[in-house]
Structures are given as C-alpha cells and as structure tokens.
C-alpha cells in the first residue's frame, strides 16, 4: 500500500533556531501533501495544503513566513518552522492524497517538536 | 466540524462489550467521511470509510453509520479489545482537504 515516510520522528531545538521536517511519499507520487499540527489532548488542525511545482495554500491563522513549506518534487514535502518558540512545540503530522485518488489519503508516523 | 482548543472526550467500556463513538461534522456540502485511529505518538490509521450517498456502511467488527439531517457520523465497534484503545477521529473531506472532528479517547477495562 501507499507508504508516507516522516522524518524526524522527535526533535529538540533551541528557542530562536530553524527545524526542518521531511515526508516523503515512497511508493508513489503525490502531487498534494497536507500538514497538520496537533496539540496534546486535541485533534488534528490543518495547517497548509502543499502542491508539487507551486505554491503552498495555508490555513487561516497560520503565519506562512514561520512554517515554510517545500514541495520540490512528487515525493517530498518539507516543513520549515523558522525562529522556533517553544510555543511551536507540537505533534506535526503530514499526509499524501495518493494518485488521482481524491479520496485516498495516507498519514506519516508524525514528528514530535520540542523547543526549548 | 474542526475543534480548536478542545480536549478530547473519554469513553470508558468493558473489554467484550460494543463501543460507540459519535461525532458531529460541521459541513452540509462534504461528501466523504473517514474514521481514524490514533495511538500515542503515531499518525491516524484509516478504519473505515463513507461516502454521503450512503448511509450506513461496515467492515469487521466495525460500522459506520450518517445521518446527513443531523450531520452526525458514529463508529460502532463490536466485541471491544484492549487493542482497540485510541484515539477515534471523524473526518470530512471539503473542497480536497481533509478536515478532522473533535475525537473520541476510547478506553478498554479488562
């Protein structure tokens, strides 16, 4: 089945530094990935719909210039929280629409942010 | 319907009994609905899944049913197992994006 690999699973950063996050789809290629964050003890919020070869669409309330997304090619987005807080510190997961399945969607494990 | 600064309710049962886990969702026009189950730490795994022309759907040991009049999905799991604690989310699919519910913390008592 379609497999999404997220990398890191858990981070740890200085307050004021940059993290980046990778997922990537590795059996197929998906034109659209999702990011999400999730707070302990709540649901999953979308953040940013990523689209191969343009521009991310963000979710309102969240600052593009601070989660910069990167979708260079059909098997990698990449999520840049820049000038970390520990207020960003969160569960950050993101997802592929696999093919042209409009329905079919697939999750990676997940990374675990910490800013200290 | 999306939950911002919600915690997540609990839903405590006896191993061997059904559980059911409802949700509302927040968008007459969507058209698809997923559950998802999530465990500590890791991403949602797709359980079941149903579109808006249908109203009741199942798969093993788990059913879907909607109620499009009162926009109200629920998950019913028969014969519950410890395996089975998690984190239950419904969610809805928009305009392409896939919009998660409140969800449910289900938790199995030996």
């Known amino acids: 089945g379609a497999v999404v690999s997220q990398h890191p699973s858990r981070v740890i950063c200085k307050s004021g530094t940059s993290v980046k996050i990778e997922c990537r789809s590795l059996?197929?290629?998906?034109?659209?990935m999702f990011w999400y964050r999730q707070f302990p003890k709540q649901s999953l919020m979308l953040m940013a719909t990523?689209?191969?070869?343009?521009?991310?669409?963000?979710e309102q309330g969240v600052e593009k210039d601070k989660f910069l997304i990167n979708h260079a090619s059909l098997t990698l987005s990449t999520l840049t929280v820049t000038s970390a807080h520990p207020e960003d510190s969160s569960f950050y997961i993101c997802?592929?629409?696999?093919?042209?399945?409009?329905?079919?969607?697939?999750f990676g494990s997940g990374t675990r942010l910490t800013v200290v | 319907g999306e939950s911002v600064g919600l915690h997540l309710p609990t839903l405590s049962v006896q191993e061997g009994d059904n559980s059911i886990i409802n949700c509302a969702y927040s968008n007459s026009a969507s058209d698809y609905f997923i559950w998802y189950k999530q465990e500590s730490g890791k991403g949602p795994q797709f359980i079941i899944d149903?579109?808006?022309?249908?109203d009741k759907r199942q798969g093993q040991r788990v059913t879907v049913l909607l109620n499009k009049t009162v926009k109200h999905l629920s998950l019913q799991i028969a014969a519950t197992q410890p395996g089975d604690s998690a984190v239950y989310f419904c969610?809805?699919?928009?305009?392409?994006?896939?919009?998660f519910g409140q969800g449910t913390t289900l938790q199995v008592k030996p």
């Open positions: 969610a809805e699919i928009n305009t392409g994006k896939l919009i």
């Open positions: 997802s592929a629409r696999v093919g042209d399945d409009f329905y079919g969607y697939t």
């Open positions: 149903i579109r808006s022309n249908m």
């Open positions: 059996d197929f290629q998906a034109t659209t």
């Open positions: 990523s689209n191969e070869g343009s521009k991310a669409t963000y």
